[in-house]
């Protein structure tokens, strides 16, 4: 996901972005496999965050200079699309966002 318009300051806060992932490992039953890693910027950068999951691996980089982030969400099963719009417009304020889905897995 391309993340638009978001508040800057929530782009910078770790609890923000950490409540992100968290909603989104239960909408979509992942199962976390050790502890989430982020890594703060100094000013006036933004946070690199990265969750490794049984079915493959959460990440965000955030860009608050800009109001951006890139939001990736890597599952190698099928899942129900969840209201990605909706989640980072409450957790991030964001005014946009481009959701780009890419089938995965081996075709027999």
């Known amino acids: 996901m391309d993340v638009s318009g978001c508040a800057p300051e929530r782009l910078k806060d770790q609890v923000?972005?950490?409540a992100l992932?968290?909603?989104l490992i239960?909408?979509?039953e992942l199962k976390v496999v050790g502890q989430p890693q982020w890594h703060v910027f100094p000013e006036p950068g933004g946070?690199?965050?990265l969750?490794?999951?049984a079915e493959s691996h959460l990440c965000i980089h955030t860009f608050p200079e800009?109001?951006?982030a890139a939001l990736n969400v890597y599952c190698c099963r099928t899942r129900a699309?969840?209201?990605f719009e909706a989640l980072v417009a409450r957790h991030l304020g964001a005014q946009g966002c481009h959701v780009r889905e890419l089938a995965r897995?081996?075709?027999?």
């Open 47 to 49: 946070i690199t965050g």
């Open 81 to 83: 699309r969840p209201d």
């Open 26 to 28: 239960v909408l979509l």
């Open 66 to 68: 800009h109001g951006f």
């Open 105 to 108: 897995g081996v075709k027999a």
């Open 51 to 53: 969750t490794l999951l």
């Open 21 to 23: 992932f968290e909603e």
């Open 16 to 18: 923000a972005l950490s």
